[in-house]
């Protein structure tokens, strides 16, 4: 049984920091595609970060050079690194398996004075 588990979500100043986390089971996260999405209610699912098999990272514009994701092979799990948040980074972020359409439960990032 595949399961993907977030963690790291909170409540955070503009300009702050969070890292979050996600750990598998079920699937190695070194053989598949792993991405990072974020949902507001109402509004579709936002790519901000993949991370090939080779370990190539791809960044939308929208996180590109505040977001930087990694994948610890031995953990079997995949972070995502968040600096500069905005309070448009608000919302719900899941790690998935995208080809499989593979999520995770997803964790709360509110990003708020």
């Known amino acids: 049984q595949v399961q993907l588990v977030e963690s790291g979500g909170g409540l955070v100043q503009p300009g702050g920091s969070l890292r979050l986390s996600c750990v598998a089971s079920g699937l190695d996260v070194s053989r598949n595609v792993m991405g990072w999405y974020r949902q507001v209610l109402g509004k579709q699912r936002e790519w901000v970060a993949s991370?090939?098999?080779?370990?190539?990272?791809n960044y939308p514009d929208v996180s590109k050079g505040r977001f930087t994701a990694s994948r610890d092979n031995a953990r079997n799990a995949v972070y995502l690194q968040m600096n500069g948040l905005k309070p448009e980074d608000t919302g719900v972020y899941y790690c998935g398996v995208p080809a499989t359409a593979t999520w995770g439960q997803g964790t709360q990032v509110t990003v708020s004075a």
């Open positions: 991370i090939q098999v080779d370990g190539t990272k």
